[in-house]
């Protein structure tokens, strides 16, 4: 049971490109989010999914899409990274009927040079 | 809105000393509550949380919060403090309805003196 996985770790990329973070979680859960930390900041949400399907904006969407391609998986993509969108980001998930608890996973530390 | 807010960015104290980790919170009804941990390059561990029903809740790692609903308050606290405490804290906040996802603290950094 390995939880939430995240890819990659460590992302270092240029302005304009474009990358997918990709987040799976293996406990059933049916929601699961995508936060950005920043310093000082807290996490700060990006966007969710309540269920396999559904995906809504959070606090931070601008510069940002997902997908949820199934239960388990939900990727975040970078369509024209900018400096701004230097940060870690964190998948999370969580069971509905159980509370909101969420578990996290390991993180992705990006770099946008 | 719901807003959480940490007062102290920084906290340092002395091994085997008592901690208190002070938040407050905004939020229009009693929301979920929790206390997450996060060591230097790990994602976050939760600590503990409330519910509901006894406002004084035990946690992992000898931590506890008491959630006092007249100031609106969820304080971490731990009797003695271990090195390996050294860590930064968040606290969060979800609704009990609608939307689930959780607000965060800004975070209080915990370092501990030997």
């Known amino acids: 049971n390995a939880g939430v996985t995240q890819t990659p770790k460590f992302q270092v990329l240029k302005t304009g490109q474009s990358m997918t973070l990709q987040c799976a979680q293996d406990m059933n859960h049916n929601s699961m989010y995508w936060y950005r930390q920043d310093p000082g900041m807290g996490l700060r949400l990006i966007y969710y999914s309540a269920s396999e399907g559904t995906t809504d904006k959070g606090e931070v969407p601008n510069g940002y899409n997902v997908s949820r391609l199934n239960k388990r998986e939900f990727s975040l993509r970078l369509e024209s990274a900018a400096p701004s969108q230097t940060s870690v980001y964190f998948c999370?998930?969580?069971?509905?009927?159980?509370?909101?608890?969420?578990?996290f996973g390991p993180g992705t530390r990006l770099t946008v040079l | 809105a719901q807003s959480v807010t940490q007062p102290d960015i920084h906290i340092t104290v002395s091994e085997g000393a008592s901690l208190e980790l002070r938040c407050n919170y905004s939020y229009g009804a009693t929301p979920y509550l929790f206390w997450y941990v996060q060591s230097p390059g790990q994602g976050l561990q939760l600590l503990l949380k409330y519910f509901s029903g006894d406002t004084l809740v035990q946690g992992i790692k000898g931590f506890e919060a008491e959630f006092k609903r007249s100031q609106s308050s969820f304080n971490l606290r731990k009797p003695s403090v271990h090195w390996s405490d050294a860590a930064e804290y968040f606290c969060a906040v979800g609704a009990r309805t609608g939307r689930r996802a959780l607000t965060f603290g800004s975070g209080t950094r915990l370092q501990v003196q030997p």
């Open positions: 999370a998930s969580s069971k509905e009927g159980s509370g909101i608890e969420q578990f």
